[in-house]
T-cell receptor
Framework: AQRVTQPEKLLSVFKGAPVELKCNYS??????LFWYVQYSRQRLQLLLR??SRESIKGFTADLNKGETSFHLKKPFAQEEDSAMYYC?????????????FGTGTQLKVEL | EAQVTQNPRYLITVTGKKLTVTCSQN?????MSWYRQDPGLGLRQIYY???????DKGDVPEGYKVSRKEKRNFPLILESPSPNQTSLYFC???????????????FGPGTRLTVL
């Protein structure tokens, strides 16, 4: 079975402070990990994926297979980063490459 | 514009009154899914479809039905809605997993359903 855990429901930081949204996963094979973001009253959209090794809107995430983690980081939080963030794992589930989401972390950036 | 659309966006109904939420995508994607989003529970998959006439249960299928008669459409049917189905519903689609870009999932705007 594949599982994604986001231990924090809410993370509140001040503008300019570093941000780290935690994500741990459980999967026996080689997973693909993603971060999706949902801004207020908008649809979910892909933020980044581990295979791309890219930085989007200043966010990065490194897959750590030893710790089974895929934490999302940004050195300096901006007010517009306030949103709901979901970590997701794609693995070979019964549905063929099932995408499993964590419960999400609400990021609030305060001035 | 490549997109996933859902209708209606908002719906208030009463217990037992059958309803259908439509979903359509114009990206020629094989794989489509329905999710419900609830506070503290994140997104949970209700049903998915790997192609036309191929559907299967997700994690929380009870009380829901789907059909996939055409590649672009994947309606969600609630035969007898109950208050515990009050939620925010998202349809999503993606290319066949394994192909380039196959794992990026595109979401619809959501349908907020209230069952009284």
């Amino acid at each position: 079975a594949q599982r994604v855990t986001q231990p924090e429901k809410l993370l509140s930081v001040f503008k300019g402070a570093p941000v780290e949204l935690k994500c741990n996963y459980s999967y026996s094979g080689s997973p693909e990990l993603f971060w999706y973001v949902q801004y207020s009253r908008q649809r979910l959209q892909l933020l980044l994926r581990h295979i791309s090794r890219e930085s989007i809107k200043g966010f990065t995430a490194d897959l750590n297979k030893g710790e089974t983690s895929f934490h999302l980081k940004k050195p300096f939080a901006q007010e517009e980063d306030s949103a709901m963030y979901y970590c997701a794992l794609s693995g070979m589930g019964g549905g063929g490459n099932k995408l499993t989401f964590g419960t999400g972390t609400q990021l609030k950036v305060e001035l | 514009e490549a997109q996933v659309t859902q209708n209606p966006r908002y719906l208030i109904t009463v217990t037992g009154k059958k309803l259908t939420v439509t979903c359509s995508q114009n990206m020629n994607h094989e794989y489509m899914s329905w999710y419900r989003q609830d506070p503290g529970l994140g997104l949970r998959q209700i049903y998915y479809s790997m192609n036309v006439e191929v559907t299967d249960k997700g994690d929380v299928p009870e009380g829901y039905k789907v059909s996939r008669k055409e590649k672009r459409n994947f309606p969600l049917i609630l035969e007898s809605p109950s208050p515990n189905q009050t939620s925010l519903y998202f349809c999503a689609s993606r290319q066949t997993p394994g192909l380039a870009g196959g794992n990026e999932q595109f979401f619809g705007p959501g349908t907020r359903l209230t069952v009284l």
